[in-house]
């Protein structure tokens, strides 16, 4: 499952070869291989349903 610790430094490692900081708020993170929770968006797991949750409430939908 996708967690901070493992997260975070991706996010940081791409912000830092940008040169943007404001990258590690926008950068998603996918571990392949991994079970359900194995997205990370912002430092945090999400399953499957909390990205279409996400998603909607983005785009304004029900």
């Not at 493992?6 to 900081?21: F, L, M, N, Y």
């Not at 996918?30 to 499957?48: D, F, K, R």
Request: charged fraction near 15%; aromatic fraction near 4%; avoid cysteine.
């Amino acid at each position: 499952m996708a967690t901070p610790a493992t997260t975070q430094p991706a996010e940081q490692i791409v912000a830092t070869a940008a040169g943007d900081p404001s990258l590690v708020d926008r950068t998603w993170v996918l571990i392949t291989e991994s079970p359900e929770g194995g997205w990370g968006i912002n430092g945090h797991a999400n399953t499957g349903a909390d990205i279409a949750a996400l998603a909607r409430a983005e785009l304004g939908g029900p």
